[in-house]
Each structure stands twice: as structure tokens, then as C-alpha cells.
């Protein structure tokens, strides 16, 4: 070898460290994000390997008939034990003879209805990977009570609390 193909070599060998290391860095930092998404999943479904396929805590949705859509779509995120997407929100409300026939596409109500409750603080989104929120879970009264008394400085990063802390203080600024 030459000493112009030796530092072609290197100058390649160079360029490929750089590369990998860049490729490193974006891999520690999407094991960063599925982390933080598997520790925020597993606080809201620590037993769910224990309990069987069910999604809520009783079949007996009989009044969400008679209530309007946002009513409905409380009672049933009220129920569930895990966070539900809009699609099983959707699925319950059918199985359950709400009737959502009155809407052009069935979807867009039910979205927006989450997104509203979401931004009123009674619901915790949960977020995939990229950051959206995927599926939704109800904030019961005793989290909201911890949640409004403390700061989300008393929380650990990422626990849910403290976005709820944070969530009601905004709310409450505004």
C-alpha cells in the first residue's frame, strides 16, 4: 500500500466511526424515549398481566344510552382499567348501543372529545414514541386531589403526577 491509499484508509475508517457514533447516539436516545413510554405504560397497567383480556371493570354500561356523547366517553374511561385509544373508546360505545349514527364519521366527535377532555385536565394522555398521545386514561379523584397539592417538582421525571400537577396549575393560571 501507498502512503495516499493508507491515508484514504484512514480518512474512510474516520468517516465511518463518525457515522456509527452518530447512529449510537440516535439509538441511545430512542431507547431514551421507549423507556420513558414503557415506565408511563406500566404505571397505568401494573396488574395487567394478571387480569384477563377485559378492558373495563363491568359490562354494565346500560346508562351511557341515555347520556350525551362527552358524558358517555367519561363513564366508559371511568370504567376502563388501562388506558383506552380513541378506536377501543369508540368500540365500547357501540357495544355498549350508544348510537353514533348521527355523526358523518363517528371518529372525529370521539377525538374531539378526548382532545377537550385531555385540555380540561380530567383525563392523562399517554404518548408514543413521537411524542402524540395514543390513548387515554382517567384521572380518578384521589391522583387529582395528590396531584393539585403538591408541585410537579415532587414527583419523578416523567411520573404522570407531575404532568397532572403541572396540567392543573396551568389550568388554574389561566
Not at 360505545?93 to 378526548?114: E, R
Amino acid at each position: 500500500m501507498t502512503n495516499n491509499q493508507y491515508k484514504l484508509a484512514l480518512d474512510e475508517a474516520k468517516r465511518e466511526l463518525i457515522q456509527l457514533s452518530n447512529q449510537r447516539q440516535q439509538i441511545e436516545e430512542r431507547i431514551e424515549k421507549v423507556q420513558s413510554v414503557i415506565k408511563a405504560l406500566s404505571l397505568f397497567g401494573e396488574n395487567i398481566a394478571d387480569q384477563s383480556s377485559e378492558i373495563v371493570e363491568s359490562d354494565n354500561f346500560s346508562s351511557v344510552v341515555t347520556l350525551g356523547l362527552t358524558d358517555a366517553i367519561r363513564e366508559i374511561l371511568k370504567k376502563a382499567i388501562y388506558a383506552l385509544t380513541p378506536l377501543q373508546v369508540r368500540d365500547l360505545l357501540v357495544a355498549n348501543n350508544f348510537d353514533l349514527t348521527q355523526y358523518k364519521q363517528m371518529m372525529v366527535p370521539i377525538h374531539n372529545t378526548l382532545k377537550r377532555l385531555h385540555e380540561n385536565v380530567e383525563v392523562f394522555g399517554i404518548r408514543n414514541i413521537e411524542g402524540k398521545i395514543f390513548a387515554y386514561k382517567w384521572i380518578d379523584e384521589k391522583s387529582r386531589e395528590i396531584a393539585s397539592k403538591s408541585s410537579p417538582d415532587d414527583f419523578p421525571t416523567g411520573h404522570p403526577l407531575a404532568g397532572i400537577s403541572r396540567r392543573l396549575r396551568e389550568k388554574n393560571h389561566r
